[in-house]
């Protein structure tokens, strides 16, 4: 058995990790909770299917957002994957501001969790597990709900909002 090694053993500097790994194309999502009255929200692109049975999806969001500790908190959390026409959604829940959720079309999901109704798809989530990392929390999520509508992806690449050209 190998051991695995420590978070401190990497030689790569985390400017050129971010060049490489920005090649890595993805979509994007806005995770949203709330606690009382207060709404969280915060674009991810880190949100992974993790099983199909019990349906399942891993997020990864920095410890140092307010969010990740609201989700340890609620222990609800949405998926909201932004179609390609969001990519405005995508900027503005990346930036700070005291009402990210302004402009947006909202319902409220069955588990309590902000929904941007005019997203591609939904996933309301139950946080199963959170595994802290270097500067990121992983949240293991099964799924209590999903939706989605016709229409394409908003896809990151290399810094760029675009498509992933299919149809
Ligand atoms: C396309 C894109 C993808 C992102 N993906 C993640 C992610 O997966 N995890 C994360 O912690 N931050 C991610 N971020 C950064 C957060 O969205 C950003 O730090 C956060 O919204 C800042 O929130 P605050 O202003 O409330 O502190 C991403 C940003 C962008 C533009």
Redesign the pocket.
């Known amino acids: 058995m190998i051991t695995p090694a420590t978070p401190s053993t990497s030689t790569l500097d985390s400017d050129t990790f971010r060049d490489v790994i920005s090649n890595l194309i ?1 979509a ?1 999502s806005i995770i949203s909770t709330q606690r009382g009255d207060e709404r ?8 992974t299917s993790l099983s199909l049975s019990p349906a399942s999806i891993l ?4 410890q ?5 500790d609201v989700i340890s908190e609620t222990g609800v959390f949405a998926v909201n994957i932004l179609g390609e026409e969001h990519g405005h959604l ?2 503005q ?5 005291e009402d ?1 959720f302004r402009g947006t079309n909202l319902t409220t999901g069955d588990l309590g969790s902000p929904i941007l109704s005019d997203a591609l798809a939904h996933l309301e989530c139950r946080l199963v597990e959170r595994k802290d990392f270097a500067t ?1 929390a992983i949240f293991i999520a099964q799924i209590e709900s999903a939706s989605y509508r016709d229409g394409s992806p908003l896809a ?1 690449w290399r810094s760029s ?1 675009g498509n992933f050209g299919v149809e």
């Open positions: 993805t994007v969280f929200g915060v674009t991810a692109s880190s949100v997020v990864c969001l920095n140092r957002l307010a969010i990740a995508a900027t829940f990346s930036q700070n501001h990210k990121h990151y909002f």
